[in-house]
């Protein structure tokens, strides 16, 4: 926000800069607030209702980005966390536990993010519909993953989507497959927010509409927004009654993200005065992974710390795999009635993510975003548990779609785990060329998924196709390379 007033605010004292900066804040404001009004005329009915809520939220928001004069950390101030704010799993695995889980488990709701598309994959619709393994989807894995749990513990765990106006209509549709799976399953909508020009401040959209030259106008504002959009669909006051104590937040691509009872028995067997309201997993930082956030200790609360809030002199020493040796893999474990509290007070704190976007014509616009796991320090008696690598396996490119539809793992009960088989601790470095960005193009190039038990690392280049009964088997000293 800091340089969009010095580009107007030439010629001004220095002793008159601070009220020009308030007085300009003050009419980008009121002007964003007439600009939303004249939205909402064009909207009826439930529109109208929903649009309302959303904007009141996206008004919050954009009072603090306008708050913002600079970077959102003082790195002097930053601090390495306690030792017992970050827990090693192998101290959580060896509690014992109890000889009935079932109390715990019901407890639990299981809640995926489930706004994103699978455009990046080359695919239309939600990316949660896209096949990963055996034909299965993501959601398919999710479901059964969940139908297990609760038929091995008679239990009731159910499961809940934030969907975004880009993925609730074909979601619901596809839900009516799991009527007669052992799973109840809830969703909600993500707020739908205005895209704002960069020059102006204001909102690009006309109306409310999504269709035609209006639908690019608008987004949804980030996992950051689970909070207020949970609190506001009603759903979270209905699982606080019926017994819900705690979710567990993970994004619908990451395959290791499955339910584990460790932790879950850690959160509830906590005294009341100690029981922790939020615990993030993280793990250890490759090279591949040096852009991700990491906790830290900052005004002496657990922190997040994202690569965006980083002045620019500082970031090689962020992504340094030696002083940030853990990165977040956003699966989250937080106190449903913790939420609800932090809702109800307006209390809860996350940096605003600004990110920039071109419209097809080239108009500049930014989009206002927060993440879920900044709350961290909003939240009593948080806890980072750093968790095996197995538990962060996300499937963001078709390189990852290879990994996870070999032999280098196996499925049951919806869950992927490392073949035995396999003698490396990681998994193989991969990395398919251009001509394997999307997953058609993929499958067509593929008779079968080859053997990768041995491979240590692949990258393929120009127009290559893999035969059926592939094996690939690579010395570290002599890393595979295939080029057409």
């Not at 809940?160 to 839900?175: A, Q, R």
């Not at 991969?430 to 998924?449: D, H, M, P």
Request: proline share 5%.
């Amino acid at each position: 926000m800091a340089r969009y007033f010095e580009g107007l605010s030439k010629g001004v004292p220095n002793g008159g800069m601070a009220q020009f900066q308030e007085e300009m804040r003050q009419q980008l404001e009121t002007s964003m607030h007439a600009e939303l009004d004249k939205l909402l005329d064009t909207a009826t009915g439930v529109d109208k209702e929903v649009s309302k809520k959303d904007f009141d939220g996206f008004k919050k928001l954009f009072h603090r980005f306008l708050q913002v004069k600079g970077p959102s950390v003082d790195w002097p101030k930053i601090h390495r966390p306690p030792e017992d704010s970050i827990q090693p799993y192998d101290k959580i695995a060896a509690l014992p536990l109890p000889d009935s889980l079932a109390d715990s488990l019901n407890k639990l709701v299981v809640v995926k993010l489930n706004g994103g598309l699978g455009t990046s994959m080359g695919c239309k619709g939600p990316k949660s519909l896209i096949s990963v393994r055996n034909e299965n989807t993501f959601l398919d894995l999710t479901v059964q993953q969940i139908e297990h749990l609760n038929k091995k513990y008679n239990t009731d765990v159910p499961l809940v989507l934030m969907n975004s106006f880009n993925t609730d209509e074909d979601t619901k549709k596809i839900l009516q497959k799991y009527t007669h799976h052992r799973v109840k399953i809830h969703t909600f909508n993500q707020s739908r927010y205005p895209r704002i020009n960069k020059e102006s401040l204001l909102p690009v959209a006309t109306d409310i509409g999504m269709t035609g030259e209006n639908a690019d106008v608008w987004y949804p504002p980030g996992h950051g927004d689970i909070y207020a959009s949970f609190y506001n669909s009603g759903l979270l006051d209905q699982l606080i009654t019926e017994g819900k104590e705690y979710i567990f937040v993970s994004n619908i691509d990451n395959l290791g993200a499955t339910v584990d009872l460790n932790i879950l028995h850690h959160l509830v067997s906590q005294p009341n005065g100690k029981r922790c309201e939020f615990i993030m997993e993280v793990t250890d930082k490759t090279r591949a992974d040096v852009k991700g956030g990491t906790l830290i200790q900052y005004d002496n609360k657990l922190r997040l710390l994202e690569i965006a809030q980083v002045p620019k002199a500082h970031v090689d020493e962020f992504k340094s795999v030696t002083k940030f040796k853990i990165f977040n893999t956003n699966n989250l474990w937080i106190s449903l009635g913790a939420i609800k509290r932090l809702q109800e007070q307006n209390a809860m704190d996350m940096e605003i993510i600004v990110n920039p976007k071109t419209l097809d014509g080239g108009q500049n616009v930014i989009q206002l975003e927060t993440a879920v796991g900044a709350a961290i320090k909003s939240f009593d008696n948080a806890l980072g548990i750093n968790v095996p690598r197995s538990r962060f396996l996300p499937v963001k490119t078709v390189s990852d779609l290879l990994l996870v539809m070999s032999n280098l793992y196996s499925l049951e009960a919806g869950s992927l785990t490392m073949s035995q088989k396999r003698e490396f601790p990681t998994t193989p470095h991969v990395k398919l060329g251009s001509s394997f960005t999307k997953v058609q193009e993929y499958q067509t190039r593929f008779e079968s998924i080859p053997d990768m038990l041995e491979l240590d690392h692949l990258t393929v280049s120009g127009d290559v196709t893999f035969g059926k009964q592939v094996s690939l088997k690579v010395s570290s000293q002599a890393p595979e390379f295939f080029s057409g």
